[in-house]
């Protein structure tokens, strides 16, 4: 149980376009969604915490305009890139938890975008 | 942005040895802990949690153990399998608050 899914889970665009990227909890309702980015070899660094229905919170330094989110349903969470850049290419993940606060998160299998 | 130069800790052990990955977390207050395993290319796999309350749990060949007084976390494999070859993460949550990762140890398992 408690499987996300995230697609795509590689990607390619050029530099001005727009890239959404799709999480889904396949098997629970997710209130809260977590987005992630990873650099190579480094961390997993917070975006984002997505929430159902309200506004997006972002972390310091995420620009909100750029890294648009969007949590229409308790199941679907999706990140725009927008206007994407080279430097915005990296690894994106995203996490929900099945049980609430202080549960384990379980992870998506990340989105390789590359832009060019 | 990407930190060039930066590599992870890595920790070398011959296979059928057991593996100690050890994690400093940064928060005294800190009362729920996580291990995860990440392969190449994929996100993190939840391998065995802890809370503060406790000082040792164990699972499928792993075993997790937290000394609060030193804000110390380690992870044990036993018999460790090319399989377990990955990077290992350790995530504190403090009251049900946003996870905070650590930089993480690769695990590489010699043949």
């Known amino acids: 149980g408690a499987v996300v899914s995230q697609h795509p889970s590689w990607v390619i665009c050029k530099s001005g376009t727009s890239v959404k990227i799709e999480c889904r909890s396949l098997?629970?309702?997710?209130?809260?969604m977590f987005w992630y980015r990873q650099f190579p070899k480094q961390s997993l660094m917070l975006m984002a915490t997505?929430?159902?229905?309200?506004?997006?919170?972002?972390e310091q330094g995420v620009e909100k305009d750029k890294f648009l989110i969007n949590h229409a349903s308790l199941t679907l969470s999706t990140l725009t890139v927008t206007s994407a850049h080279p430097e915005d290419s990296s690894f994106y993940i995203c996490?929900?938890?099945?049980?609430?606060?202080?549960?384990?998160?379980?992870f998506g299998n990340g989105t390789r975008l590359t832009v060019t | 942005g990407e930190n060039v130069g930066l590599h992870l800790p890595t920790l070398s052990v011959q296979e059928g040895d057991n593996s100690i990955i050890n994690c400093a977390y940064s928060?005294?207050?800190?009362?729920?802990f996580i291990w995860y395993k990440q392969e190449s290319g994929k996100g993190p796999q939840f391998i065995i949690d802890?809370?503060?309350?406790?000082d040792k749990r164990q699972g499928q060949r792993v075993t997790v153990l937290l000394n609060k007084t030193v804000k110390h976390l380690s992870l044990q494999i036993a018999a460790t399998q090319p399989g377990d070859s990955a990077v290992y993460f350790c995530?504190?949550?403090?009251?049900?608050?946003?996870?905070?990762f650590g930089p993480g140890t690769r695990l590489s398992v010699l043949p």
């Open positions: 928060n005294s207050a800190s009362d729920y």
């Open positions: 098997d629970f309702q997710a209130t809260t």
């Open positions: 997505s929430n159902e229905g309200s506004k997006a919170t972002y």
């Open positions: 996490s929900a938890s099945a049980q609430g606060a202080s549960s384990p998160l379980h």
């Open positions: 995530a504190e949550n403090i009251m049900g608050q946003n996870f905070v």
């Open positions: 802890i809370r503060s309350n406790m």
